[in-house]
Nanobody, 115 residues
Framework: QVQLVESGGGLVQAGGSLRLSCVAS????????MGWYRQAPGKQRELVAR???????NYADSVKGRFTISRDNAKIAVNLQMNSLKPEDTAVYYC?????????WGQGTQVTVSS
């Protein structure tokens, strides 16, 4: 059993910052890709940022230059530093882990940006 535990969501004013963290536990050693997705009310879940085990990163165009994804080499964990937040960043953010063609999801953490 693999669990992804997210933390760091909350309410922030536009222009502010938040840092999301995701730690994996259970029967897993390493990862191929870890990342963050988000889903706003009435919209489909979308990729925000992802990082491979080799350190290659991808970002959604809407967050480039504002968000930074990083990994914690001491454990199976990723962080998402979110700066210059906008009201349109409001969504539930989900941590994602891919390993050997299996995908795992966290329970989600709410990020709300007020204008």
């Amino acid at each position: 059993q693999v669990q992804l535990v997210e933390s760091g969501g909350g309410l922030v004013q536009a222009g502010g910052s938040l840092r999301l963290s995701c730690v994996a536990s259970g029967s897993i050693i390493g990862f191929d890709v870890m990342g963050w997705y988000r889903q706003a009310p009435g919209k489909q879940r979308e990729l925000v940022a992802r990082i491979t085990s080799g350190g290659r990163t991808n970002y959604a165009d809407s967050v480039k230059g504002r968000f930074t994804i990083s990994r914690d080499n001491a454990k199976i964990a990723v962080n998402l530093q979110m700066n210059s937040l906008k009201p349109e960043d409001t969504a539930v953010y989900y941590c994602n882990l891919e390993r050997y063609s299996t995908t795992y999801w966290g329970q989600g953490t709410q990020v709300t940006v007020s204008s």
